[in-house]
Structure formats: structure tokens, C-alpha cells
């Protein structure tokens, strides 16, 4: 399964790059309380390929080095709204995104 078509210029990892780049956005704290509730409404309007690409690509994110997961995610989101204060925090981050996408997968 490869990232759509649309999504190619956003080069490894599209589907990943386009989830936390679409939702994590400067004012997303305005709209939501908290990563489960986001997390929710995007698996509420994604189908079960999607959601399968996107946790086989964040389970590859969980496979390296916790400094490189931090900056991975800092090089998407910039000044939006997904920070981590530290590698552990982005680590637990991704665990609990891989958690919750497997359940929802299931759900479908």
C-alpha cells in the first residue's frame, strides 16, 4: 500500500506528513481538548486502507531513534500545533497514536 497519489510530493511518509501537517494546525487547541478527540473525528472520516497506511508509517517512525522522531516532527509542524518537550514525549506520542490507530482499524 502506497501513499495516494496527491500526497507524492510530500515524498516518505506522505500520508504521516499529511496527518500531523492537516490536523496538528496553530489554532487546532481552539477546536479540540485534547490528541484522542482529533485523533477520533479523523478515523471517524478515514476508511480502513487509509488508517492501515497511516499506522504502518507511523509504527516505521517508532522504529528509530527517539531524537530523530523529535525532529522529524519538528520539521513538519514548525510553529503549528503539535510541540514536544523532549524526544520521550514525541516517542509517547507516536505509541499512543499507533494504539489508537489499531483500535480504530479494528472498528472499521
Known amino acids: 500500500m502506497s501513499d ?20 496538528y494546525y496553530q489554532t487546532v487547541w481552539d477546536y479540540y481538548e485534547d490528541d484522542n478527540e482529533i485523533w477520533q473525528e479523523y478515523c471517524n472520516k478515514a476508511n480502513k486502507e487509509g488508517l492501515i497506511l497511516l499506522k ?3 509504527d516505521e517512525v517508532l522504529s ?3 531524537k530523530n522522531i523529535f525532529d522529524f516532527v519538528e520539521e513538519i509542524i514548525h510553529s503549528g500545533g503539535l510541540v514536544f518537550d523532549d524526544h520521550n ?18 472498528s472499521k
Open 4 to 23: 495516494p497519489e496527491f500526497l507524492r510530493d510530500l515524498g516518505n511518509l506522505a500520508t504521516l506528513k499529511n496527518f500531523i501537517g492537516g490536523t
Open 56 to 58: 504502518r508509517q507511523v
Open 64 to 66: 528509530w531513534e527517539p
Open 89 to 106: 514525549e514525541a516517542v509517547e506520542w507516536f505509541t499512543n497514536l499507533s494504539n489508537f490507530l489499531n483500535e480504530a482499524i479494528k
